[in-house]
């Protein structure tokens, strides 16, 4: 039971280059959501999709873009990356409903811009 | 706005220590409260979870009580093992009502058991 996977686990740019991290999830889930990790800040909301075809700004989105084409696959993109954008970047997946429903992490990706 | 602080780290403890990490959280309403694991190398796992006022959640020998009077969750193990070493996340869900699970983490806590 593969969860969800994040490629690539480490990647290094140059500013002003651009990239693609994939996430994939096997559970059906139909929210999935991209999260950076820095120290002493936690984690923040990148972006995030309630659906198929659906995105959504979270708490820090500018630089960032995402597309949600199929159901179990969520891509976060940099256009052009700068160094502020250095971070471990987790996705995550959950299912619906209202209430409570734990989130399901990747084990990361370290991204280091140069 | 809403937020979540937590004891500042690392901390260090010899196995069977007592452990507390503090969390205190501002928030309008009701949130849910989480307390998420991380262990090295991985992503990171909900470890305990409360949704209103008095609730205790607990697992793995771990718990946490949703006090809303001083706005708290701490986390708490009677006997902390070398396994346990991990850094822990506070988060809260803003509107438990909502389907997607936005939280806010805070900080996260480095936990270091010695043997």
């Known amino acids: 039971n593969a969860g969800v996977t994040q490629t690539p686990k480490f990647r290094v740019l140059k500013t002003g280059q651009s990239m693609t991290l994939l996430c994939a999830q096997d559970m059906n889930h139909e929210y999935m959501y991209w999260y950076r990790q820095d120290p002493g800040m936690g984690l923040r909301l990148i972006h995030y999709s309630v659906g198929e075809g659906t995105t959504a700004k979270g708490e820090v989105p500018d630089g960032y873009n995402v597309s949600r084409l199929k159901k179990q696959n969520f891509l976060l993109g940099l256009e052009s990356a700068a160094p502020s954008q250095t971070s471990v970047y987790f996705c995550?997946?959950?299912?619906?409903?209202?209430?409570?429903?734990?989130?399901?992490f990747g084990n990361g990706t370290r991204l280091t811009v140069t | 706005g809403n937020s979540v602080t937590q004891m500042e780290g690392p901390v260090t403890l010899s196995e069977e220590a007592f452990l507390t990490i503090n969390c205190t959280y501002t928030a309008t309403g009701y949130p849910s409260l989480f307390w998420y694991v991380q262990y090295p190398g991985e992503g990171l796992q909900l470890l305990l979870k409360a949704t209103k006022a008095d609730d205790k959640g607990s697992n793995k020998g771990f718990e946490a009580t949703y006090r809303k009077e001083t706005t708290s969750f701490h986390l708490e193990k009677g006997s902390v093992q070398v396994s346990d070493s991990a850094v822990y996340f506070c988060?809260?869900?803003?509107?438990?009502?909502?389907?997607?699970?936005?939280?806010?983490f805070g900080q996260g806590t480095r936990l270091t058991i010695n043997p």
């Open positions: 988060a809260l869900k803003r509107d438990p009502f909502q389907g997607a699970q936005k939280l806010v």
């Open positions: 995550a997946s959950s299912s619906p409903g209202q209430g409570v429903s734990p989130l399901h």
